[in-house]
């Protein structure tokens, strides 16, 4: 995923489309590495490099401050929500001053030694919420699931840091839709919330040092109605080519996504140093009305560049259908196992769906299409950064009398 900057050298590339003879070299010389790359031998020397590290992070809750008050909606619905994370390269330790602080002196009670050793992140006095994965962030909480994705070519910039830029604004944007209470009669203004937080992250990386970054952000937030009967309402947040799907499960298939938003192929719209973007101008919000027990994804486009989204509606019912009779392999028991237990496995199959196409070199791929229409030779999977939250749409029990 490139950084913004001017589009010539990218479109300088269409010129430059590889001749017949260099086509046909290529093939051959592709047909010759495939039969290496497919021999007994060459797979079992795959499969054993790749066996130590197969399982994604996985978790149901991301971290919030152990002296956080729980913070509840109105609404009637909530998010029963897990995550799963596959990085492609490990991510960098947030710089000074986002480091958890060290303890006075060597007399300071043992509990503070224990909190010197805190690997957490902080801003502003406060730890940063969600999950950093690569350059990725996800946050999932009640009402609020969200996944941004930090443009990597910062990474080679002096002081370049999108894996925070990513993070802050997903922290500052779950802080104000928090902070706002929104539920009966009031509307969540997620734009507003993500305006805000935008502004948060920026006045964060100028002072005491300048950290740079952009990235993209995707949101769901979950609503309801004000009708006698409240219905679940969701407001979906896009801005660049992460993306939310809405899946119904009981009719098994897709009811909504979000369109990618980009300058130019493989430049998405973003937010961060450098960027024309901001939420005002170029955020898409959508207002769905959705059912109990519909499925909510926020994806990074680790996801979306990997696999079809009929491959994601598949793997969404294929999963369901295993957690559900508790067979063999997803770790769960019926009737011992949480809905949230159910949306992390649901949501670590796609990671690993995801990643089988990433990492193979002759995959038929979203990405390879989208680049071949450009008059890119490309081929196989995009090895990227995997991020993944499942969410079940549920209603709260209300107390009896």
Known sequence: MEALRPPLPHLSRLNSFPSPSLIALRVHLRRRVR??????IAQQQQQSRSSKSREPRVGTTTPVPDDNAPSTSSSPFYFEAGYALFAKRASRPFPPPFLSPPSGSFSDPLSTHNQSRDRRSFVNGEMIRGITNGDDAVLVSDNFIGANDGVGAWAHKDRGHSALWSRLILHFWALEAEKDKYGGAEEPKPVCYLTRALQ????????PNEWLGTTTACSALLHSSGDQVPHPLLYVTQLGDSQIMVLRP?????????KEQWHWFDCPRQLGTNSPDTPKQNAVVDKLSIEENDVVLA????VADNLWEHEVLESVMDSMHKWEHGEEGTGMVPGESSYADGMRFVAQEIVKAARVVAEDPFAESPFMERSIEE???????KLDDISVVAALCSKRKLPKG
């Open 250 to 258: 009981r009719n098994k298939e897709i009811i909504y996504k979000t």
């Open 299 to 302: 994806m990074s486009d680790g």
């Open 375 to 381: 008059g890119l030779a490309t081929e196989g999977g």
């Open 200 to 207: 948060q992250t920026i006045e964060a990386t100028s002072k």
């Open 35 to 40: 039969h290496l790359y497919t021999s007994p």
